[in-house]
């Protein structure tokens, strides 16, 4: 799932191909964030030490070469050079919380009936889990606050277990209700 990065200019390292576009958007606006002042071999070393640091960070998030253009593109929509966690948060797809709700009560009823569900995102179904009954008994305006929230601390988790293969239930054979148990043992007193 997670492709290795790769720049469109090959000369240049993925961390220099993103600087370089947000320079390219935002000019010395964006460099003076990190610019130290301090000249070492031609280069400086704030600039240098925040390459450093946002590819550790891009690296440890696994973070793709569509996640990086997903976030230059947002950027079109903020009007001020992104700090890290903004651009990380630039990053991540949308979700719309309607939408996320009906792909959720879906999967949880597909994966009731054994099969995996189709999951847009991954958050998604980890939001799913916890409220899983409740999906399938209430309507989104019943729900709607406590799915927002749950869809929310999941989309701001940044990473995600794979989606876990559904178990299979099994069900009647020798399960019985309290009502049937009830009936049998008054037809087994009383012949």
């Known amino acids: 799932m997670t ?8 000369r240049s ?4 191909w993103l600087f370089g576009e947000l320079y390219g958007m935002y000019g010395n606006q964006f460099m003076d964030k990190f610019r130290s002042g301090h000249i070492v071999d031609d280069v400086d070393t704030g600039i240098e030490n925040m390459k450093i640091v ?8 696994r973070m793709t070469m569509g996640g990086l253009k997903r976030g230059l593109s947002a950027c079109d929509r903020v ?5 890290w966690s903004e651009f990380l948060e630039l990053c991540q797809p949308s979700v719309d919380p309607m939408k996320a709700y009906y ?9 009731a009936a054994g099969d995996m569900g189709t999951w847009s995102h991954p958050a998604i179904y980890w ?3 916890p409220l899983a009954f409740d999906l399938g008994t209430q309507s989104y305006s019943q729900i709607k606050g406590r799915w927002e ?9 940044g990473e995600w277990e794979p989606i876990r293969i559904p178990t299979l239930q099994i069900e009647g054979c020798c399960w019985r209700s309290q009502a ?3 009936a049998y043992s008054l037809v087994s007193k009383y012949p």
């Open 79 to 83: 009007k001020f050079p992104p700090s």
């Open 180 to 182: 049937e148990i009830g």
């Open 103 to 111: 792909e959720a009560v879906a999967g949880v009823q597909a994966r």
């Open 54 to 61: 946002w590819t550790e960070k891009i690296r440890s998030r």
């Open 3 to 10: 492709q290795e990065l790769s720049t469109p200019n090959a």
């Open 13 to 16: 390292s993925p961390i220099d």
């Open 149 to 157: 929230r749950a869809l929310a601390e999941q989309m701001d988790r």
């Open 127 to 129: 939001a799913a889990m």
